[in-house]
Nanobody, 122 residues
């Protein structure tokens, strides 16, 4: 089992940047592929980005491609989401998730964090 805790959310002006972090418990962090999801008020939870266990492959939703970058540091049991050129429509609660299943996209996730709020003002 793995526990996930997101941090780094906050209020930012449109066009600005934020870096989210997701700290994971456990001793087998590199065995898990990781993903970021987000959910805006009144909307379904949507996929944002994923990264393989080794960090060797990434995949992004079209809505964030070119603006967001997912990365991980397995020595620190941490995955990151660098968000640049933020837009008001990026406003959402952002969730970190872990999966033992491979694929592009990963078809399911096994563990979820509690989320961190990102608010982008216009």
């Amino acid at each position: 089992q793995v526990q996930l805790v997101e941090s780094g959310g906050g209020l930012v002006q449109a066009g600005g940047s934020l870096r989210l972090s997701c700290a994971a418990s456990g001793r087998t962090f590199s065995s898990y592929a990781m993903g970021w999801f987000r959910q805006a008020p009144g909307k379904e939870r949507e996929f944002v980005a994923q990264i393989s266990g080794s960090g060797g492959s990434t995949y992004y939703a079209d809505s964030v491609k070119g603006r967001f970058t997912i990365s991980r540091d397995n020595a620190k049991n941490t995955v990151y989401l660098q968000m640049n050129t933020l837009k008001p429509e990026d406003t959402a609660v952002y969730y970190c998730a872990a999966s033992l299943v491979a694929g592009t996209p990963i078809p399911r996730y096994d563990y979820w964090g509690q989320g961190t709020q990102v608010t982008v003002s216009s």
